[in-house]
């Protein structure tokens, strides 16, 4: 229809609306790049702003406001770089709604007069009425459907590579010989309602759980991921004979804690094999509480034991901090209850393992966040004396 009116004028109008799809696809392209720098900005933040919430008292202590908030500003300067990238790419897409059909529809006009024809208000209405049809499909629906067609991409990428991700096998463990059930007042239909608890256990099943004469290490080499090419522990042999006090000593990162990973099968061995019981108790290197009383923290689930407990709470030097509690061992302690220190998070994490009868004790430096009389008294009443 268009031709029927102006002829060979009508191409090079269309030629225009088509020539500038390359530069279209190149700007879309261009988003496609600009989004995926801009999702790996906010990662970097928001990973910053997770570990200095998750460090703020320390961070208020030392009075490092000022360093902190100034890491915080450059990484959001870096994000808003980007994103102002994309933004003028995007506001150059949408403007071709407005610039490009006009554009075409005066190169057609002038084309059409250049060829020595002459121009009426209807040619010119009817030329425009038929370019604003093209005008919606391709400056509004085509520059549009560039970035969101990118911006998928990007997306799918990021939700591939998160899936790609290796996978690690659940495997529920039976329960021990001397297990006793403990229903905490559930029935028989509500325990069927509840989800099993399982413990992640790799493929290569090297550990041995439910040996009888201690623990015993041989030659186990151990890492974390195999993306790494140093061993986390290499060829080491232990043996630790039941009843009796063993301690690992070694400097910082000399693989203590990986040790004690390696023998509840959290670290996964690459060679030798690792014996162990299968009642065992840990303390972890960072004391960790859930939000609940001090006393559901120390039974941690178990049977509240009246002489138990008080032998516990006496051998980890809790007596004093309860008399100072509100509600004593009934404080609610956690995310919205009363702020502890670490010296007393320390002791409570203590007595959570040490409350449990386990045939092995595996305590992961319980002394660093106490002083020394307070230490001594651990070491001398607890360790050495209640275990």
């Not at 191409?11 to 600009?34: D, H």
């Not at 790419?89 to 007069?113: E, K, N, T």
């Not at 463990?173 to 099993?196: A, I, R, V």
């Not at 060829?235 to 063993?246: C, E, H, S």
Request: proline share 4%.
């Amino acid at each position: 229809f268009l031709w029927a009116f102006i002829g060979v004028a009508s191409v090079c109008g269309v030629f225009i609306l088509l020539a500038l799809i390359p530069l279209q696809a190149w700007l879309g392209k261009m988003t496609s790049s600009l989004r995926l720098r801009t999702a790996l900005r906010t990662d970097e933040r928001v990973r910053l702003m997770n570990e200095i919430i998750s460090g703020i008292q320390v961070i208020k202590m030392y009075t490092w406001e000022k360093p902190f908030a100034q890491l915080v500003s450059q990484a959001r300067k870096k994000e808003i770089k980007e994103i102002r990238g994309a933004s003028y790419i995007r506001g150059l897409l949408l403007s071709f709604i407005i610039f490009h059909s006009r554009v075409a529809i005066f190169i057609s006009v002038l084309v059409y007069v250049m060829l020595g024809n002459g121009i009426t208000a209807e040619m010119v209405f009817v030329v425009t009425s038929y370019f604003n049809v093209l005008r919606q499909t391709m400056t509004v629906f085509f520059p549009q459907g560039i970035g969101q067609v990118a911006e998928v991409l990007i997306s799918i990428k990021r939700l591939q590579a998160f899936l790609m991700y290796d996978e690690t096998s659940l495997q529920q463990l039976p329960p021990p010989p001397n297990y006793k059930e403990n229903t905490n007042g559930l029935s028989k239909e509500d325990e069927g309602q509840l989800t099993p608890i399982l413990q992640p256990m790799r493929l290569d099943q090297r550990v041995i759980v439910g040996a009888k004469d201690g623990i015993t290490v041989t030659n186990a080499t151990a890492r974390w991921t195999d993306l790494v090419s140093d061993d986390t522990l290499s060829r080491i042999n232990l043996r630790v004979v039941p009843g009796k006090l063993t301690a690992v000593v070694g400097p910082v990162g000399s693989g203590k804690t990986s040790l004690l990973h390696a023998l509840l099968g959290e670290l996964p061995l690459k060679t030798g094999s690792v014996s162990i019981s299968d009642n065992i108790s840990y303390a972890s290197q960072e004391p960790w509480l859930f939000a609940g009383s001090v006393r559901q923290n120390i039974l941690f689930g178990l049977e509240y034991r009246r002489d138990r407990y008080r032998q516990v709470v006496k051998a980890c030097a809790l007596k004093t901090d309860f008399e100072q509690f509100p509600y004593g061992d009934q404080t609610v302690v956690g995310e919205r209850g009363v702020s502890l220190s670490g010296g007393q998070r320390a002791r409570i994490n203590l007595a959570r393992a040490v409350y449990k009868e386990a045939d092995v004790y595996l305590l992961d430096d319980p002394l660093s966040a106490v002083d020394t009389h307070v230490g001594k008294h651990l070491f001398e009443d607890c360790v050495t004396g209640f275990l």
